[in-house]
């Protein structure tokens, strides 16, 4: 469930949302279900699913083949391998580790863009959708919690 729901999200982030005089940056809430998950069951969010959501994600928007895959699996890496720093500790915690993971993220997706684009791209974008992200965090974990909470109950 954890990977259709991602799957899911990854396809509504590519729907464009336009308001007036404004560029379109749109939050990643990809990379919050997957550190989420990569968290809380990692055995339901595995390597390669998060690769296929990324690879798929790059085909949908036209971006850099790999580059969300890549950023994804990094994402998924250092969530699962941390596991025992995040769970059952206090909510801050997860929100300050997912800022500190969205920051290389963004940072990392803005080298690749330069390195892509053989340009020096503008940071802001990245800035602004890393502001979004982590701001949006919470309110997602809130939504993935209770999700997990009522798969849990059924079970």
């Not at 308001?19 to 069951?41: C, D, G, H, K």
């Not at 929100?95 to 802001?124: D, E, K, N, R």
């Not at 602004?128 to 974990?141: D, G």
Request: with cysteine; proline share 6%; charged share 5%.
């Amino acid at each position: 469930m954890p990977f259709w729901l991602t799957f899911l999200l990854a396809v509504m982030t590519v729907i464009p949302v336009r308001i007036e005089n404004m560029a379109t940056v749109t939050p990643s809430v990809v990379s919050i279900s997957v550190f989420y998950w990569s968290l809380q069951r990692p055995y339901l969010m595995p390597a390669p699913a998060v690769f296929l959501i990324g690879l798929t994600t790059d085909i949908m928007t036209g971006g850099p083949m790999g580059m969300s895959s890549l950023i994804l699996l990094l994402v998924h890496w250092i969530a699962s391998s941390q596991r025992q720093v995040f769970v059952g500790k206090a909510f801050i915690q997860s929100w300050w580790g997912f800022l500190l993971v969205a920051t290389g993220m963004a940072a990392l997706s803005w080298v690749i863009m330069c390195l892509y684009a053989f340009a020096f791209v503008p940071a802001l974008p990245f800035l602004v959708q890393l502001a979004l992200t982590v701001l949006l965090f919470p309110a997602f974990a809130w939504v993935f919690g209770l999700l997990q909470n009522s798969i849990l109950r059924h079970i």
